[in-house]
């Protein structure tokens, strides 16, 4: 049996080494030179000058809402691509400009620079999300600035910030209850002290959110507790520093963290009828279903700058996942909910005697690396050069080992009977990447011009095992991929400037694809055009942005949960977007503040090529040229207003997103693309055009003490989000809160 031994645990043992190396000494260096470590986009105040499309959410915009749900925090970035699944942002599905949404496995995810999909090459779709009301900020970055990171650069990179170590003693708590018995808090502690050794930093960080859900499942003779659909989620983090007394920079970086969730939560949807009357239902069958997973890990990061002009950063990092969604499984559930079978539609119901399986996804992961990366600041005859390389050691691996469990049902719906099969019966197999990056970028600034040249280089080693029975296989692969491009861009004055560029990017196959597959990598070219004015209290950033699509890699199930890809095709996307923040308190020197903000997408995502697959299992069958990608709106617009006095303040935002195809056979009836006879499958279809209104508002008691409420979908709207995994799919309705926080100085 193949076995995959990980790195050592104490691979951050590694990361002192490597910094231990003799150095020349240097001037004491500002912690700002090597800021762009942690964020991609570097200093907050600087996204102004980058030579990309580039997006920061601050602090500010994730608490003013109290939002958690990443999808609503994501909603301020153009460009950005939504596919809703739970109401809750437990299971995001983004991407960026009309690349598949599924799982966010197009996009580089990472968390203070490090990559945090549970297998980012092996199995990169994300069935782990951070919670977005845990963090202090989010970046999104698109073009060609993306080279450095890796390995989904067709789509872009989304960056968490998580909660930094303060400078100065600082203790935050903040806690809301709200509707659907949701209670939520988050609180840390932390502070930096001069010692005689140099500063130490600590941060001690808690998250928990909780919610009974919104959704109620029918009850049956030995089934009673319909009204528990929710969650629990809890995510500690522990985060300390040191910055020695010496005359070169030097700083030590260590975080370590833990998640656990626990959600009752289905693929299943309904029929079109019982979305309609009712759309927060849920059948009996689907009473099983609940996902639990547990994440840790952490990283050792240290950072030294020998010269005024250089800075080395060193990170090694770990991470273990481990996930079991059981849920209902079977193709024939989601055709029954589109009519297909009324016995089977009945099944679901609780009323007709049957019997029908869950299964037990279980899955395992692990991902671990050690990264390099250095930055070089020199003149160059009338040229001033920033030449940044590094180097990553990454592997990853997922181990699926999975089961099914029979549960025969009365006609009443009262369970008579359950089997469960040997575990690992179902499916046991593990996919395994051994992966070497290089990149090279060199930003070069020639008076008002810049130019931005980059490299990137990655080699694969991949490992597929199959231990089925029916299916045995050992086998390996190499891979070789590259990606390149460059940016010019154009400064008139220090308020506006002008950006073009074009790359190539790259998204490698996971270990199955590639070796039982065959499959290469997926590659794209990308163009983009693009303007920035920022004048006092104004800014806005207008791109225009064309990218071709080769050798679209989609995952081939509903699910979106790994398995071998299948090769789509080609697709152009082409659109804008806009962006625009004015306060109007701040410039008319009103002595408050008055923020308006917008967001605007256009996307026009279209397959150039007729897909391959027949299989209804994938969103991607049945395809035509010319066709929408699916999941891709045409038109998004994220605009709001607040007022904020110096005791109390007010938020409120609306988001429109219009309808979407749900597959690529750009079907309106809930009918696959077979022929001659097409067949009804509820995943077949569109999704709602919809309007959704958040409103907020808090009040300051003393210094340091708010209490705050608000109503997020303020009009109670009722849309389909999604129509898949299995069904229609509502957006959460209604929701209330009010709380209080706190944030004090010690």
């Not at 925090?73 to 960026?96: H, M, Q, T, W, Y």
């Not at 597929?464 to 004055?493: C, H, K, M, Q, T």
């Not at 697959?613 to 891709?632: C, L, W």
């Not at 129509?723 to 944030?743: S, T």
Request: charged share 20%; proline share 5%; hydrophobic share 35%.
């Amino acid at each position: 049996m193949f076995e995959i031994k990980p790195l050592v645990r104490a691979i951050s043992l590694v990361c002192l080494s490597m910094g231990a190396m003799s150095l020349p000494k240097a001037a004491e260096k500002a912690e700002e030179d090597v800021l762009d470590v942690v964020s991609v986009l570097g200093d907050p105040a600087d996204v102004k000058d980058l030579p990309a499309s580039a997006t920061y959410i601050r602090t500010e915009d994730i608490r003013d809402q109290s939002y958690s749900d990443v999808n609503r925090i994501l909603r301020k970035a153009p460009g950005v691509n939504i596919r809703e699944e739970d109401g809750f942002g437990l299971f995001p599905n983004i991407s960026f400009r009309g690349v598949d949404t599924t799982r966010s496995a197009k996009i580089t995810v990472m968390e203070d620079g490090i990559m945090i999909a549970p297998a980012p090459y092996s199995a990169p779709a994300a069935y782990f999300n951070p919670a977005g009301g845990r963090m202090s900020g989010v970046e999104v970055l698109k073009g060609g600035s993306q080279i450095k990171y890796g390995p989904h650069i067709t789509g872009g990179v989304m960056n968490y910030l998580s909660t930094p170590i303060p400078t100065n003693g600082k203790a935050y708590l903040k806690t809301i209850y709200g509707s659907y018995g949701e209670f939520r808090s988050h609180g840390f502690v932390g502070d930096t002290l001069d010692t005689s050794h140099g500063k130490v930093g600590y941060l001690l960080e808690g998250f928990y959110r909780g919610s009974d859900g919104f959704k109620t499942i029918d009850s049956t003779p030995d089934f009673k507790n319909g009204d528990q659909t929710g969650f629990q989620q809890v995510e500690p983090m522990l985060r300390m520093s040191w910055e020695p007394n010496t005359a070169m920079y030097q700083k030590l970086d260590v975080k370590f963290g833990y998640s656990s969730m626990d959600a009752d939560e289905t693929y299943l949807g309904l029929t079109e009828e019982d979305f309609r009357n009712t759309p927060y239902r849920r059948y009996a069958a689907s009473r099983f279903d609940n996902i639990d997973t547990t994440q840790i890990g952490g990283y050792a990061r240290y950072l030294i700058a020998p010269t005024d002009n250089l800075d080395i950063v060193t990170t090694a990092y770990y991470r273990e996942f481990d996930r079991n969604w059981s849920k209902l499984d079977g193709e024939q559930w989601s055709r029954a909910l589109a009519g297909n079978n009324l016995n089977d539609l009945a099944c679901l119901k609780g009323t007709r005697a049957c019997s029908f399986n869950v299964r037990d996804n279980n899955r395992t992961y692990y991902s671990a690396g050690v990264e390099t990366a250095a930055i070089y600041r020199f003149n160059l005859g009338p040229t001033h050069h920033e030449l940044n390389g590094g180097f990553r050691y990454h592997e990853d691996a997922e181990t699926r080992f999975q089961h099914d469990t029979t549960y025969t049902q009365n006609a009443s719906g009262a369970i008579t009977n359950k089997v469960v099969g040997a575990p690992g019966s179902q499916d046991d197999r593990t996919g395994f990447t051994q992966a070497y990056a290089f990149f090279l970028k060199d930003r070069i600034e020639l008076g008002k011009f810049g130019f931005t040249p980059g490299l990137r280089y990655e080699h694969l080693n991949q490992v597929y095992e199959d231990r089925r029975p029916a299916s045995r296989r050992l086998a390996s692969s190499g891979l070789d991929i590259y990606a390149g491009g460059g940016s010019v861009d154009y400064r008139f004055n220090d308020d506006l400037m002008v950006f073009a560029g074009a790359h190539r990017g790259f998204s490698p196959p996971n270990p199955e694809s590639a070796i039982v597959n065959n499959y290469g990598e997926e590659t794209s070219d990308a163009y983009e055009l693009g303007g920035r004015y920022t004048h006092g209290a104004f800014n806005a950033e207008l791109t225009g942005f064309y990218t071709q699509f080769n050798n679209l890699l989609v995952v081939n199930n509903i699910g979106g949960g790994g398995g071998p890809a299948e090769n789509f095709g080609s697709v152009d996307s082409r659109g804008v977007e806009l962006a625009m923040n004015f306060d109007a308190g701040e410039a008319f020197a009103w002595g408050f503040r008055n923020p308006y903000f917008l967001a605007f997408t256009y996307t026009n995502a279209e397959q150039t090529s007729n897909a391959r697959s027949s299989n209804s299992e994938s969103i991607f069958s049945y395809g035509r040229k010319g066709n929408k990608v699916p999941y891709i709106p045409e038109y998004t617009l994220n605009f709001g207003s607040g007022l904020h006095f110096q005791s109390w303040g007010m938020e409120v935002s609306a988001n429109y997103v219009s309808e979407t195809f749900t597959s690529a056979n750009n079907t309106e009836q809930q009918l696959d693309g077979n022929t001659p006879v097409a067949r009804k499958d509820s995943r077949f279809g569109v999704t709602d055009e919809y309007v959704i209104m958040d409103v907020s508002a808090y009040y300051k008691v003393a210094k340091g003490v708010k209490v705050l409420g608000g109503v997020q979908n303020a009009s109670n709207e009722e849309y389909v989000v999604s129509r898949q995994p299995y069904g229609p799919r509502p957006g959460m309705p209604l929701f209330a809160y009010g709380g209080f926080e706190l944030d004090f100085d010690i």
